[in-house]
């Protein structure tokens, strides 16, 4: 079974700033969701079937439907309340209702609802971290995909759409978002908090 690379330095377990860049991390991942959501219905087609993605009913919701696919050792698996990348008894979660991003224990992916503290590791540690790692290398090659096959300011404009949800809590810009994404998997130990990450003002 391959197992994600941990050689990149990171910061302590327990510390503050990993804490907080995992906090960083899940509103990241929240807007993410938002695009996805709308790369399901782009008028050109669905993005994410035309990037080799399976879709299936989900599991014990009507009328709603998940994303499936096999990327770098495990499988990448996209719902409404949930993303993460899962190996054959452990994975990366992002519970979109909860906010936060966990270490699942489970051989496989959880129903939606289902959050038994017993099936996760809740701790922003290094293991979070490796896990993390291959999730993140497919949301920027998406990114990529969705840049090649979509105009130019499609993904600004999903980000404009999120910010005017009510409630909603917009992050960095795409291409910000894309920089700080890369730079929290290569080297958190010297990636910057969201809001002093250095913003490149021409980004959309």
Not at 142 to 165: G, I, M, W
């Amino acid at each position: 079974m391959k197992t994600p690379n941990s050689s990149s330095p990171v910061i302590s377990d327990g510390s503050a700033k990993f804490g907080g860049i995992f906090r960083d991390l899940a509103m990241g991942l929240n807007q993410q969701m938002f695009y996805w959501g709308r790369d399901v219905v782009h008028p050109d087609g669905n993005l994410l079937v035309s990037a080799g993605f399976q879709k299936r009913p989900a599991a014990a919701l009507q009328s709603a439907s998940c994303y499936s696919l096999e990327f770098s050792g495990g499988r990448i698996e996209l719902h409404g309340s949930y993303a993460g990348w899962f190996q054959e008894n452990t994975g990366f979660l992002f519970i979109r209702p909860l906010a936060r991003s966990v270490r699942w224990l489970e051989g496989n992916p959880p129903v939606p609802g289902q959050w038994g503290l017993e099936h996760m590791e809740t701790s922003p540690d290094s293991q979070l971290h490796t896990l993390a790692k291959p999730f993140l290398s497919w949301l920027l090659l998406h990114e990529k995909q969705v840049a090649d096959a979509t105009s130019p300011r499609y993904r600004f404009n999903c980000h404009t759409q999120f910010k005017k949800l009510p409630k909603s809590k917009s992050w960095l810009s795409p291409a910000n978002a894309n920089r700080w994404m890369e730079a929290f998997r290569d080297n958190p130990a010297s990636c910057p908090r969201a809001r002093h990450f250095p913003k490149q003002t021409n980004s959309q």
